[in-house]
């Protein structure tokens, strides 16, 4: 479910402001800012991105009486937004969908200046996704182009996406950590402090990153209007394209190599006997049958295979898993397949994302842009409880806070992965018992169905919320 303040400049846009009006996702606008829209939506490249689908559909509305209060200027006018199923931040990506949103924004960028308009930013934020398709949702960015304007959003596009991207691809340095410490990105001098001398002669360093690095610092202080001066000194619209097209070359070829991780190979070298992998497809499916689901997550996804499951019986599914490379293996195949009812994200259960921005509401956190009707922890508290230190009634309190039903995995003691999280620690884990965990379920659903798999570590609970 798409929040009040989801998208970028929300709080901050002085011409526009996006809010929830009865569940119709709304975006109040200013005289400037229906100005342009009717000049770009009556362009042929947006007319088609929009089908496409390239660009959140939208179009115009009267303006409700429940619109946020205007600013300094009043708002005339209000644009309607197809709702996007759930919001995710750029930190919350797999590297391959951040390059594939860059290319995105490029490819919309480049066709905007070939019809005489301009995006005014380049955030990360400026996307969302539909499943595996990334989708521009900040429709007001279009603006015509003004004779001799330059890009003013490249270095918000270098900080957002173009450092994160070479930093994985060249150095693998997460980016993730990176954006969230910064909702603005990582400024050039960061990103050129992590880069070695050997490294500025890989495609892109140099111009974007040194060189951009070496004119902040020039810049710092200083009292000239460069945006002024380069429009003064005619900065042509062709200049422009040739630096689109560059950096989409670059972007595109930009590659992570990482091969291996602790889980990207799960699917092929998990511990299930034939018996037990198909008991428990079965398992999953029949739950996720049980009612009809509008969103599920799968808590701990890996590539997606019990996601895959549960699509059959659901409208959308967020698969979050810790691993970042079992989840870009996941976007790849997911992508590949055309799936648009399937959300990969990057998330760690123990670490997650936390509201940011103004006041913690502007990137809020991940259950305060949605709720499950259905959870899926399969083979995972183990993972939480003993190898976190979670308190295994403090795991349960949490699942329950989402709301929905529940299919929770127990891995028992005498389970080999449980014998190899504990060989190097005390046991100092009483409450991790089968009876504690259904006691701890029975405060918050009834169990409306149990099963041991046959190699006898392993039991499968479906919970269902009373009422």
């Keep these: 479910m798409l929040p009040k303040a989801a998208d970028p400049g929300s709080y901050r846009d002085r011409e526009g402001r996006v809010f929830d009006s009865d569940g119709r996702i709304l975006r109040a606008l200013s005289a400037r800012a229906l100005e342009e829209w009717e000049a770009v939506s009556a362009a042929p490249f947006f007319v088609r991105a929009m089908e496409e689908r390239r660009v959140v559909p939208t179009r115009r509305v009267e303006l409700p009486a429940d619109a946020p209060p205007a600013g300094a200027q009043p708002w005339v006018a ?16 797999s590297f391959g969908m951040l390059r594939d949103a860059a290319l995105l924004q490029l490819g919309l960028l480049r066709e905007a200046l070939e019809a005489g308009f301009i995006l005014k930013d380049s955030s990360a934020y400026n996307l969302q996704w539909v499943g595996a398709r990334p989708v521009f949702i900040d429709v007001p960015s279009f603006e015509r182009h003004r004779p001799g304007e330059p ?22 340095v997460p980016f993730r950590g990176l954006l969230r410490g910064s909702l603005d990105g990582i400024a050039p001098e960061t990103a050129a402090a992590l880069f070695s001398l050997r490294d500025r002669f890989r495609p892109g360093v140099l111009t974007h990153v040194a060189l951009q690095a070496r004119l902040q610092a020039m810049s710092a202080g200083s009292q000239r209007s460069v945006r002024s001066e380069l429009a003064d000194a005619g900065f042509g619209r062709e200049l422009i394209l040739a630096n689109v097209r560059k950096l989409t070359r ?75 490379l079992a989840v870009e293996r996941m976007y790849r195949e997911l992508r590949a397949a055309g799936e648009t009812g399937i959300l990969p994200l990057v998330g760690n259960l123990v670490d997650p994302s936390p509201g940011l921005g103004w006041r913690g509401r502007e990137r809020p956190p991940i259950e305060g842009r949605g709720r499950p009707d259905l959870t899926l922890a399969l083979a995972l508290i183990h993972h939480v409880v003993l190898g976190a230190n979670l308190p295994l009634d403090d795991f349960v309190d949490g699942l329950a806070a989402l709301g929905g039903d529940l299919v929770i995995e127990f891995v028992h003691k005498d389970d080999p992965m449980v014998v190899k999280l504990l060989l190097n620690k005390e046991d100092r884990y009483a409450d991790y018992d089968r009876g504690r965990l259904e006691a701890a379920l029975a405060r918050h659903w009834t169990i409306a169905q149990r099963r041991e798999l046959a190699s006898g570590t392993r039991t499968l609970y479906f919970a269902r919320r009373a009422g």
């Design 250 to 324: 670059l972007v595109a070829g930009l590659e992570w190599k990482r091969s291996a991780s602790t889980w990207v190979d799960y699917r092929e070298t998990h511990s299930y006997t034939d018996a037990d992998h198909q008991a428990k497809k079965e398992f999953v499916a029949a739950a996720a049958a049980a009612a009809p689901r509008r969103m599920v997550w799968d808590l701990g996804a890996n590539t997606g295979d019990f996601s895959r499951l549960c699509r059959a019986h659901a409208d959308y599914v967020l698969a979050i898993d810790a691993d970042e």
């Design 151 to 172: 890009w003013v959003g490249y270095l918000q596009f270098c900080q957002l996406f173009l450092y994160p991207l070479l930093l994985t691809a060249y150095r693998d």
């Design 78 to 93: 209000a644009l309607e937004h197809e709702r996007v199923p759930f919001v995710s931040y750029p930190y919350e990506w």
